[in-house]
């Protein structure tokens, strides 16, 4: 299955120009050992990947245990990891290490206890190799749980360049101007965009994206912490300014109600399938492993993307995602899994799987030779440079009752308001109400 927290992208300049990108550099650094000191000892790592990207962690665990001795096992958990792994916990079956994919559930994880704070070496590596940002978003109360192996780009908004060419549009620099470009693209017999409404995940980023530019980094920071209210006038702007988009009919593939039926790898297949329906689908830079794996599209010749455009006069959002390797106080060998993380802070873990593709690193000493194609070095380069203005992706630093949880909180409120936007005070009061509720348990 391919999920909301994956990675790869296409070498637009422009991106790099926005991000204000810096080049990055450095060889692989061993891990340390090599002696296969951990032989005999076999390390659980759970974590939400499936398929593709399943199969390329598997070949870093590979080389892990190439290295030590140890063996690996990995438990995929599905979308719900908080869940299953309280069961596992509770059951006296916890893994070693959880690759955690949300900030809020990391947190959870750290209050109740289960999390060993991580060893002086990768807290070392983190200080050395990554922008202080990662190191926060991985703490709790001032301790690090959390190492980010692995980052998504979420501020991409992919197209089709014939599509764009044919409606003779260039990539928009403004919100305003990405609709107007929209409407002129289905003027010319294709729908602008392809909307995944089906999964609420996909619609959290919309919002985000929308609310860092208009309302600005401070403000964002206070919602996703929530010190600010959803009923804060900045959020009734934000939806009323998303709700431009999904009311038009014009500008979404099928309508809403189509929207609503519509998946991620769906609302790709809209625009990159063999029977395109729109010209353009946002989403972060994994839309590029779907165009490519699953349409053989040459991203970058056949598949593009254009930073998402700023809001009101703001800046050009940068908002990014990311799974933290985290190491259990219950795993039957949370010293082994200690010894994983340290591997998993190097270049060297992390070129295995930018060589294997899909994926982007925040370790600033990746060697970007490392990637497989100019396209995602150039976007690994330019998430790198962006350094401390990035922002994580709001719905992930929440409590997993309202920011990550299907059928229920955010996802289904921003479905409901997909579904019907003429209200946005209305759902920015019910999305208060279900904040309140999940930050106080």
């Known amino acids: 299955m391919m999920r909301r927290r994956t990675t790869l992208l296409t070498g637009c300049t422009a991106l790099a120009l926005a991000l204000g990108a810096t080049a990055c550099g450095g060889g692989p650094v061993s891990a340390g050992g090599g002696d296969k000191a951990l032989s005999g000892q076999t390390v659980t790592v759970a974590g939400v990947w499936s398929g593709s990207e399943q199969k390329n962690f598997q070949k870093v665990l590979d080389a892990f245990t190439e290295k030590t001795g140890a063996k690996t096992q990995f438990v995929s958990t599905g979308d719900n990891v908080s869940t299953v792994v309280g069961s596992k916990i509770e059951g006296g079956n916890a893994p070693d290490v959880v690759m955690v994919p949300q900030v809020g559930v990391l947190q959870q994880f750290a209050k109740k206890g289960w999390l060993k704070p991580l060893s002086a070496t990768t807290q070392q590596s983190v200080d050395a190799d990554y922008a202080p940002v ?4 991985g703490s709790v109360d001032g ?17 089709s360049p014939d599509a764009l ?11 305003d101007e990405m609709l107007k470009a929209g409407h002129t693209v289905s003027d010319s017999g294709l729908a602008a965009f392809a909307v995944a409404g089906q999964d609420g995940w996909t619609l959290t980023d919309w919002f985000e994206n929308v609310y860092l530019s208009q309302a600005g980094p401070e403000k964002y920071d206070a919602l996703a912490a929530h010190q600010l209210k959803w009923t804060d006038p900045s959020v009734v702007k934000a939806l009323t300014t998303l709700g431009k988009l999904f009311k038009d009919k014009q500008l979404i593939a099928g309508g809403q109600k189509e ?3 519509t998946d991620f790898p769906g609302s790709v297949e809209k625009v990159f399938g063999p029977k395109p329906e729109a010209g353009m689908v946002y989403e972060g830079d994994f839309v590029a492993g779907v165009a490519h794996d699953q349409f053989g599209k040459s991203i970058g010749k056949d598949a593009n993307f254009f930073p998402f455009p700023a809001v009101d006069g703001g800046t050009a959002p940068v908002v990014s995602g990311g799974d933290a390797a985290v190491v259990l106080k219950d795993g039957k060998n949370a010293k082994a899994g200690m010894k994983l993380l340290e591997y998993l802070a190097t270049p060297e873990a992390a070129a295995v799987w930018a060589k294997a593709g899909g994926f982007l690193s925040p370790n600033k000493k990746l060697d970007l030779a490392s990637y497989g194609d100019d396209v995602t070095r150039a976007t690994a380069k330019s998430l790198v440079g962006a350094g401390d203005s990035v ?4 719905s992930d630093q929440a409590p997993a009752a309202f920011g990550g949880t299907k059928g229920t909180g955010e996802w289904k409120l921003l479905q409901d308001f997909l579904r019907d936007p003429s209200n946005p005070k209305a759902t920015a009061a019910a999305l208060e109400a279900a904040a309140a509720k999940a930050y106080q348990g």
Do not use: C, E, I
Not at 146 to 159: E, P
Not at 165 to 175: M, N, S
């Open 134 to 137: 990662w190191k926060k978003y």
């Open 259 to 261: 929207a609503l039926n």
């Open 165 to 175: 060419t044919q409606a003779g549009v260039k990539a928009p620099k403004t919100y």
């Open 143 to 159: 301790t690090l749980y959390g190492l980010y192996f692995k980052a998504a780009h979420k501020s991409t908004v992919w197209y």
């Open 391 to 394: 922002r994580f992706d709001m």
